[in-house]
């Protein structure tokens, strides 16, 4: 039986492996690895600084738009009002006016108001003859009355919502029940 050297499966057991000598030369040596390695820790430090710098420039812009958001935010509520303001002074600027002129111009500038609120999301609770809420109504006292009991019977002061939040309760009179 003739042994195949080249396969290593009928190669003798007992011969010492060879290393090729070139194999061993293409390695890089432990100091090469090293620079090499510090080089990329020096990379990935120098990224980790870049983003930390870009985060706290992120925290810092969203910071001032908040505080501008926080400043400026009423600007068009404002803007809204100014019309309203203009018609009050106009109407007291004229010396020679009815009382119906004033009520005519009070009606006007009312409307003006009532149009700005609606425009910044302003709306009015009035909640007469309604179940009482006690998440928008403000119950100043109970009566008696016909209505059915815990209904709204008399508005003292119209709330109001913004956003659908509750900027302002409506005060009112609350019906007592029949038996009470």
């Known amino acids: ?63 001032e738009d908040i505080a ?39 009606e006007l500038t009312l409307k003006q108001l009532i149009s700005a609120f609606d425009r910044s999301g302003l709306k009015e609770i009035n909640p007469a003859g309604e179940k009482f809420d006690p998440h928008q109504h403000q119950a100043m006292g109970m009566v008696e009355a016909e209505q059915e009991a815990n209904t709204v019977v008399h508005v003292l002061q119209k709330g109001y919502l913004i956003a659908e939040r509750v900027l302002r309760p409506a005060l009112v009179m609350v019906a007592k029940g029949k038996d009470a």
Request: no cysteine; charged share 30%; aromatic share 2%.
């Open 1 to 63: 039986m003739t042994e195949d050297i080249n396969n290593p499966s009928t190669a003798p057991q007992d011969q010492p492996e060879t290393i090729n000598t070139s194999q061993v030369d293409s390695l890089p040596s432990l100091e090469e690895q090293l620079r090499d390695l510090e080089l990329k820790a020096t990379e990935h430090h120098d990224a980790w600084l870049r983003a930390k710098a870009e985060t706290e420039n992120v925290r810092r812009r969203a910071q």
């Open 68 to 106: 501008k958001a926080h400043k400026f935010g009423i600007e068009k509520f404002a803007g809204e009002l100014l019309a309203v303001k203009d018609s009050l002074e106009a109407a007291l600027a004229s010396d020679k006016q009815t009382v119906e002129d004033l009520r005519s111009g009070v």
